[in-house]
């Protein structure tokens, strides 16, 4: 299953990205799920996004009109990098809903 959906965030990656506006309603669901999952998480091994000492969005890509799947960008709590893959999925009257996450370290130079 985990597999399907990474094949499933990293296809989605490569079609064309919409243009990126200030405020997206994904990404308040991506940080607003942290605080309603924090013991959670963190024991599942996701400690660098939870106490993340920095944290940026990168690309996203609309695989639907009720899906999206979006790139974080990370420093982690071990001052290593990165990059957490969410899937999102806007349920009717309830909003977008992250339902799936895969986090992988990156190389690269911490600022």
Do not use: C, N
């Not at 405020?23 to 998480?41: H, N, R, T």
């Not at 609309?62 to 899906?67: A, P, Q």
Request: glycine share 8%; proline share 5%.
């Amino acid at each position: 299953m985990r597999i399907l959906l990474a094949l499933t965030m990293v296809m989605a990656l490569l079609l064309p990205s919409v243009a990126q506006d200030d405020v997206i309603p994904w990404q308040i669901s991506i940080i607003g799920q942290g605080e309603a999952f924090y013991g959670a998480i963190l024991a599942t091994g996701y400690r660098p996004v939870m106490q993340s000492r920095s944290h940026s969005f990168g690309k996203f890509a609309m695989v639907s009109d009720r899906v999206v799947v979006q790139v974080m960008l990370l420093v982690g709590p071990d001052q290593e990098l990165y990059e957490a893959l969410y899937q999102l999925e806007d349920e009717p009257r309830e909003g977008w809903r992250v339902v799936g996450v895969v986090l992988r370290k990156r190389d690269g130079i911490r600022v």
